[in-house]
């Protein structure tokens, strides 16, 4: 069985952190009859997590992927959905095309498509934190608040200095819900991730101004 490895990194936009590092070809995808495995998930304080999820694919697969990743890229989502549509149910037991394709719809403005594919990755996967943290966006924007903040929260549970779940928790606290010593909290550890962000030290010096005023 060939390991099909995922990588993040906090010097990366996050929707770029689903690529697929290591797509083996020469192999038969069988997608009816695969299972679905959950993700290995191994923290390295250094470079963020490591996400691997056993899989089979074929060297079709891995060069449609690498095209939906570039057009993410180039911000083609329309193009992009159509081939993870594809992949997604050619290679069910993976949750990255899945991840993705709930993101190309967010961006296409389809909130609704977005939640559907986002949640259907965490069927097999429930505590991925690249999921979890882009279904608290996409909820986020749907105006349902206390859940986004369960999925930020979420995310945090297994990786504590996952950065951008903690800025959007932050963001999340501060301008929807109101609770200032929330997005204190959340901001300052989202600094000391990062090391240096300027409009986030704008909002701290803010928050820490209105608390001091309100205490």
């Not at 990786?159 to 963001?171: F, K, S, T």
């Amino acid at each position: 069985m060939h390991l099909t490895n995922f990588k993040t990194s906090p010097q990366l936009p996050h929707w770029t952190l689903l690529g697929l590092a290591v797509w083996l070809s020469g192999c038969a995808s069988t997608p009816q009859s695969a299972p679905r495995i959950s993700a290995n998930i191994e923290i390295q304080e250094s470079v963020g997590f490591t996400i691997t999820e056993p899989g089979r694919v074929s060297t079709d697969h891995r060069g449609d992927y690498e095209e939906a990743q570039r057009l993410l890229e180039m911000g083609d989502s329309k193009q992009a959905i159509t081939l993870l549509v594809a992949l997604a149910d050619a290679v069910p037991h993976l949750s990255a095309p899945r991840i993705d394709l709930g993101i190309a719809h967010h961006r296409a403005g389809n909130l609704e498509l977005a939640q559907e594919n986002l949640l259907r990755a965490l069927q097999g996967n429930p505590e991925h934190p690249i999921a979890l943290n882009e279904l608290g966006i996409v909820y986020r924007k749907m105006g349902r608040f206390a859940e986004a903040k369960r999925q930020y929260q979420a995310a945090l549970a297994m990786y504590p200095n996952y950065h951008y779940a903690r800025r959007n928790l932050g963001v999340l606290c501060d301008l929807y819900l109101a609770d200032l010593n929330c997005a204190l909290e959340n901001y300052e550890a989202y600094m000391v991730s990062v090391g240096e962000d300027a409009e986030a030290a704008v909002w701290i010096a803010d928050i820490r101004q209105r608390i001091g005023r309100e205490e």
